[in-house]
């Protein structure tokens, strides 16, 4: 059974940083896509940065140039750097892992494996 465990979420205020972790239960590097999305109170989920197995990546175009997505297969480790926080980027954040191959949109369709999510609070 695959598991994903997020950490590092907290309480920021806007302007500020948090870098997320994703520790995964085996090897990363089977993995097609590997990606963070958000969850908003009220919302739909949605996708916020992918990585594929060869570190290619995609953001959603609320994010880019603040949020920065990385892995590290040695430690089978997905990451979320996040930069210049604003009260919007407010929600639950997951990891999730994708085996079928094709291109990473910042989609949630056909991710295999989901972690239970980590809370980040933004006050402005």
């Known amino acids: 059974q695959v598991q994903l465990v997020e950490s590092g979420g907290g309480s920021v205020q806007a302007g500020g940083s948090l870098r997320l972790s994703c520790a995964a239960s085996?090897?990363?590097?089977?993995?097609?896509?590997m990606g963070w999305f958000r969850q908003a109170p009220g919302k739909e989920r949605e996708g916020v940065a992918t990585?594929?197995?060869?570190?290619?990546?995609i953001y959603a175009d609320s994010v880019k140039g603040r949020f920065t997505i990385s892995k590290d297969n040695s430690k089978n480790t997905l990451y979320l750097q996040m930069n210049n926080l604003k009260a919007e980027d407010t929600g639950m954040y997951y990891c999730?892992?994708?085996?079928?191959?094709?291109?990473?949109?910042?989609?949630?369709?056909?991710?295999?494996?989901w972690g239970q999510g980590t809370q980040v609070t933004v006050s402005s």
């Open positions: 990585i594929d197995s060869v570190s290619s990546t």
């Open positions: 085996g090897y990363i590097y089977i993995y097609s896509c």
């Open positions: 999730a892992a994708r085996v079928r191959g094709g291109i990473c949109y910042v989609l949630s369709d056909g991710y295999n494996y």
